[in-house]
C-alpha cells in the first residue's frame, strides 16, 4: 500500500469523522424476495442523497446468475458517482469482482471473511487462512491500480459470536483484525452478523482493535435481530468508531439467522448519532421520502423503525446534547 | 425519615444490585382500551414472577371511576405479596392515595411530578412547587406509619425533554431532584416521558445526580418512542443506575406521546442487562409465557419485542461479558 493511496484513504475516513454507510442497497437486499429494478434503486438513491446521505453500499460483485438483484451493480456505481459527493461501497468477495470492481471505479471495496472457522467454511468453503491469503490478493491488485484504486475494508463477520460455533474469543478477532492489516485491508469492519453483541463486547474490542491494528479506520455493522444494534452503535461511538453501517427501514437479514430482523434502521442511528452530538448533515425526515419509494418497491418486505413512527422529537435540543450544570 | 425507614430502603435497593422493575401492570394499562380483569391479572403476574421478576408496579391508588383498569389495586397488591420474595410498587398521587396505599402495604409509593411547568399543570392542573408540597405531606404520612412504611419514590416526568415546553435543562430536573430528596423522597427517578432522551443527556444526568442527591438510590424510566431506549438504558447502567423499568412487550404509552410505542421492552432489557454482565434471576425464555397471556387478554394492543421475534443466542456467552485479552 503506497503513501499516495493512504493518503486517499485518509481523505474518505479523515480521522474522527462520523461516516454513516447506508447498505440498503447491497445487505438489504441480500434475501428478498422481489427487488427494485434499477431505475427504482437510483430513486432510492437519489431521495437518500437528497437528504444528505454520502456513502451508499449499492451492491456486490459476483456472478448475476446467483445474485441477480446486484446484476446491475456497474450501473449504480455509476449512479452513485453522478451524485455530487457520493460515494460507492460494493461487496468484492474474489479476484474476478475485484477486477469488476476496479473497472468500475467503486470508491470501496468490502471483502468478508468469517472470526470462525465453522461460519467460513459454510458461507464460502473456504478456510479463514485461505480468505487472508485472498484479500492479500486482492490487496495486490487494488495496489497495482496505482494510488486513486478504491479504498478496501475487510469485513469480519461473526465477530461478536456466531451462530454455527457459538462463542467467539475476542483475542481472535483481533488476531485476525491484525492479519487482515497485514494483508493489506484499508479499513477494517467487525460485523454482529446475526446479532449477538451486547455494548460491552463492543466496547472491549473497540477499545482493543487499535492496539491491534494501530489507526487504521475501523467500522461496525451492527444486526438488530435482539434489540441491542442501537445501544451497540452508541457503544461503539463512545470507544471511538467512526464509520457505522445501517439501512433503510431496517431493511436486510442473515441466512443464519432465520426470523431475524435485519440492520440497524438507518434512520434510528442517524438520530442516536446527532443526539450523541454528531452534525451527520443528514435531515432525518427527508429520509421518510426514501422510505416510501422503497415500500413500493418491495411491498413485501416489513420495514422497521421508531422515528419513522413517532417523528422527531418537537424541540431541537436533541440535536446538541446538553451537560448539566 | 427514620434511621430504621432508611435501613428499609437500603434492604429493598442495595447499593450496586439490580432492580428491573416490570410496570405492564401499571403503566402498560394507563391507556389501554381493553384490559385483563384481576384473575387475568394474576395470572400475568404469577407467570412473570416463575419467570424470575420480582418488582411489579401493580396499579394506582386512584378513583375507580376514572381509572377503572386500577380499580383491583389492593387486590392486585395483595397478590404480589402472596408471592415468594416479590414486591409491590403503585402510583400514590395524593394524600387520599397514599392512605389507601399505607392500608395495603405496598412496599413502594411512586409520586410523580414534572419537570415542566406545562406539563404539570396539563397533567395535574398543579404546580411544580404545589407538587412538592404534597409530596413532603405523603413524606409525613409514611413517617407516621412507622419503619416498615413503604418505600416512597420521586418520579420526575418529562426529565430528558417535554412534548408541551421542548427543552428541558438539565441542571433544573437536578435541582428538582434535590427538591424531591428534601421533601422526603426514598428513591428518585427520572422519567423519559415521551422518548426525547439519547445516552449521553442520560450519562450526563445519571452521572450529575448523586452530586445533588447523595447515595438516594436512582431509577430510570425509559419509553422506546425513537427506538433509543436500550441505548438509554445502557447509558444509565453504564453511569451506576441500578433500577430500570420495562414493561413486557412494551406494553404502555403515554397521552402527549401519539402514536408512540410504550415503555422499554422488558425482555430486551432482561437481556441487555444479562450480556453486561449483571445477574437478573429472570428466565427471558419462561417470559414468552407470560406474553402469551398479555397477547390472549389484550388482543388490541401491539407487543414489541426483539427477543421474542429472535429468541436467544444459541450460545451461553451473552450472559457472560467476555473481556478480549
Redesign the interface.
Known sequence: MTALHTSRVAALFPPGRLTLREVGLRDGLQLVRRFPDTDAKRQWLMHEHAAGVRVFEIGSFLPARGFPQFADVGDMVAAVKALPGARAAALTLNERGAEDALRTGVDEMIFVLSATEGHSQANTRRSRGEALALLARIAAMRDAAGPDAPVLTAGIAMAF???IE??????E??RLAEACARAGADVIALADT????????VA??AS?LPRSVGDIPLAMHFH?????A??N???ALNEGVRILDGSLGGLGGCPF?P???GNV?FE?LV??C????FDTGINIEALADARRIVARAMPDETLY???A??????????RV?????
Chains 1, 2 share one sequence.
Do not use: N
Open positions: 459470536g456466531c451462530s457459538g462463542e467467539v474469543d475476542a483475542g478477532v483481533l446475526v446479532g449477538y453483541a451486547g455494548p460491552r463486547e472491549a474490542l482493543a438488530d435481530t435482539r434489540g441491542l442501537i445501544a452503535a452508541a457503544a439467522a426470523g431475524a430482523t434502521v434510528d438520530f442516536l446527532e443526539t450523541m452530538g423503525g421508531a422515528l413512527r413517532s417523528g422527531l422529537p418537537k424541540t431541537a435540543a436533541w446534547s446538553r451537560v448539566p450544570a
